[in-house]
């Protein structure tokens, strides 16, 4: 590998001299660095008590890319050199860093000079000596502008539903608590936005509605299917009462939190006395066929066009949802994929950075004497916490995306994994696999795996078990897996009603195989966790070959 300027560095001034830190330490940054999409450059103090006399000693190539020049261009200037940017936080900071010793982060700096081009840059600054020090930075200006163009579009479209005039369009919090309102529902209702905000919406119900909660239970639909539909008599501020179609959606954030509700209103009393009229067309027909043909015909084609709306607005909600399944189905992918591009980025360039410092260390350790004791210690303390670096990068590194599923297959990786829990929790954990190989493709191994993972921690968060079993069985063109725990239990209903996560999850990689997810429990006698899916044609037809056949 070359050898790096600043690994030779040696600089004195007149009165005294430089120290940098220790050449071997600064020889293993370089190509940890030179890959960071971060831009990273590090500085010398040569005057303590001037910040314009830090000089660039190096600079990676993101850090040159931002500057529009190069590292070798950069190395050698010194803050001095940028007028605009001694007119920032960073010179004085950077003195304050090596004077205390500590790491600052600067947040958002603004900066531009003739180098560089106006922007915010996100700044943190890491003390390596008592005169050496690095900062790195990152270009956010895109995204400020991003985050900018998102609050404007945000703006324009609340503006838009407050200028709606023909439909009653406002949001409830969590609870039912009327949050916003627009133009259309002060028009439909009679209540302008001081009088209702705040109220809890079943104020629009009438008495015998409130009685049997109607209110709470669209609510709870809404939470259970995402949306609720119905219709009924509302009731405006001066009393009267309209027949409405109402539409409630709940709004949730991208982790599944529920925000609160987005209510739609819509006044049918028109459509409602229409189809009242033509009931009572239908029981005058036989006296008076001859004169109503004409209104019946006309009233019928409504209809028609109605049904014809609805089953066009039927099947885009489909398509929508097919949409939305698919669109899961890929996350979970991408979700996958950056997991075991992390796990092995983790395992190869820090697992290996952290053995090449270990190296370095017990070669440190072999040529101190017996009388440097302390040092000795120094060494071995280091060389115990680089260990426990190792340890941590491999777990973390696992837990992202445990290697024996990609080399070993399902099987192994369940084996591990029971192993892994039994290891950490003190509970026994056994896995029954079926005698023939059985090994399948990523997708089905992958949701398998994922499964038994938040199975095993729901056991070890909840159930105060003291056993738990999994099996996995192929049952003639299926392939079932199940887990169970002697614990506590729990009651089904009341997990859906609370909709945990983790069991929507495993509920939502079942769905995406077009397999079937169950959980069986009973307060006291413990949980069975069953997931049941088609094996491809291929497997059932036992011609698939197993994936480390073709290694």
């Known amino acids: 590998m070359k050898t790096r300027r600043i690994a030779s560095l040696e600089i004195q001034d007149a009165n005294t001299p430089i120290s940098l830190p220790n050449p071997t330490v600064l020889g293993l940054y370089p190509e940890l660095l030179r890959k960071l999409p971060v831009g990273v450059v590090l500085l010398l103090l040569e005057n303590p008590s001037d910040a314009q006399t830090f000089r660039i000693v190096d600079a990676n190539r993101a850090a040159a890319k931002i500057a529009g020049s190069t590292s070798e261009m950069l190395v050698g200037k010194t803050l001095a050199d940028f007028p605009k940017l001694l007119q920032t936080p960073i010179p004085g900071q950077s003195l304050a860093a090596l004077r205390s010793g500590e790491a600052r982060n600067l947040g958002e700096v603004s900066f531009t000079d003739d180098r560089m081009q106006r922007g915010v840059y996100s700044v943190r600054i890491f003390p390596l000596s008592s005169n050496f020090l690095g900062v790195a930075f990152e270009d956010i200006t895109d995204r400020k502008n991003s985050e900018r163009t998102l609050r404007d579009s945000e703006e324009r479209s609340r503006l838009l539903v407050e200028g709606v005039q023909e439909y009653a369009i406002f949001q409830l919090d969590p609870e039912g608590h009327v949050a916003s ?16 905000i705040g109220k809890h919406f079943s104020v629009f119900y009438p008495e015998e509605d409130k009685m049997i909660d109607k209110p709470r239970h669209i609510l709870a639909s809404a939470v259970r299917h995402g949306q609720s539909e119905d219709e009924g008599w509302r009731v405006r501020k001066d009393g009267s009462r309209f027949w409405a179609n109402v539409i409630i959606t709940a709004l949730r954030d991208p982790k599944g939190n ?44 409504e209809m028609r066009t109605e049904i014809a709306e609805r089953q066009h607005a039927e099947e885009q909600l489909r398509k929508s949802r097919d949409q939305l399944r698919a669109l899961a189905a890929r996350l979970q992918s991408v979700r996958e994929e950056e997991r075991t591009y992390i796990a092995r980025e983790i395992h190869d360039e820090l697992g290996q950075a952290c053995t090449a410092i270990k190296m370095d260390l017990a070669m440190i350790g072999h040529k101190l004497t017996k009388r440097q004791t302390r040092l000795q210690a120094k060494v071995d303390s280091a060389i115990q916490l680089v260990d426990n670096t190792i340890l941590a990068l491999r777990r973390i590194a696992s837990e992202l995306r445990p290697r024996t599923l990609d080399d070993l297959g399902l099987p192994a990786a369940l084996e591990a994994q029971a192993q892994e829990f039994e290891s950490r929790t003190g509970i026994p954990c056994s896995v029954t696999l079926p005698p023939e190989p059985l090994l399948l493709d990523t997708e089905r191994s992958t949701a398998i795996f994922r499964i038994f993972q938040e ?67 009973v307060p006291g006698a413990g949980t069975t966790v069953t997931l049941t899916i088609p094996l491809p044609p291929s497997v059932a037809a036992g011609k698939l070959r197993h994936e480390d056949s073709d290694r």
Do not use: C
């Not at 209903?493 to 079937?516: F, T, Y």
């Open 181 to 196: 309102w627009n133009a259309g529902a002060q028009r439909l209702k009679g209540y302008d936005s001081a009088e209702i």
């Open 258 to 301: 529920l925000l609160g509700f987005a209510k739609l209103t819509r006044d049918t009393t028109e459509n409602r006395e229409k189809a009242e009229a033509l009931t009572k067309a239908k029981e005058l027909l036989e006296l008076r066929v001859e004169q109503r043909t004409a209104v019946l015909t006309r009233v019928n084609q």
């Open 455 to 521: 199975s095993l921690t729901n056991v070890a968060r909840h159930a105060h078990a003291s056993r738990v079993e999994a099996r996995l069985q192929r049952e003639g063109d299926r392939l079932i897996f199940q887990v169970f725990d002697n614990g506590t239990g729990f009651d089904p209903e009341s997990a859906k009603a609370g909709k945990s996560l983790g069991l929507v999850g495993m509920q939502e990689r079942a769905l995406l195989l077009n397999g079937d997810f169950k959980t069986e429990g």
